[in-house]
């Protein structure tokens, strides 16, 4: 499955984006999906994920409370909504996507990663 990045952007902190992700060549239903970020001279963080069902979903505790993830099969795509941004929120953010359905917090859990997509939170 290919994976395409989109919606980040510079906002002031406080503000909200949502990010896509849209999957081409399979259907994205069969997939667990995460969202990672790495920011400046950061390694790559986890931020979320949600199971192919959409029954189960985690957070990173920096991010839990103001960012929400969700899937829309039919679309083929899956969701990040981000409010109140931080300054500390600035990052590329990476979707990705696991044949194995579940969700997962582990980087080397998944085996499809999209290009990213800059986010920047201005103070």
């Known amino acids: 499955v290919q994976l395409q990045a989109s919606g980040g952007g510079l906002v002031q902190a406080g503000d909200s984006l949502n990010l896509s992700c849209t999957a081409s060549?399979?259907?994205?239903?069969?997939?667990?999906t995460g969202w990672f970020r790495q920011g400046p001279r950061k390694e790559r963080e986890f931020v979320s994920s949600?199971?192919?069902?959409?029954?189960?979903?985690y957070y990173a505790e920096s991010v839990k409370g103001r960012f929400t993830i969700s899937r829309d099969d039919p679309k083929n795509t899956v969701y990040l909504q981000m409010n109140s941004l931080k300054p500390e929120d600035t990052a590329v953010y990476y979707c990705?996507?696991?044949?194995?359905?579940?969700?997962?917090?582990?980087?080397?859990?998944?085996?499809?990663w999209g290009q990213g997509t800059q986010v920047t939170v201005s103070s």
């Open positions: 990705a996507a696991r044949l194995m359905g579940g969700a997962s917090t582990m980087p080397y859990d998944f085996d499809s």
């Open positions: 060549g399979r259907s994205l239903s069969i997939y667990g």
């Open positions: 949600i199971s192919s069902t959409g029954e189960r979903i």
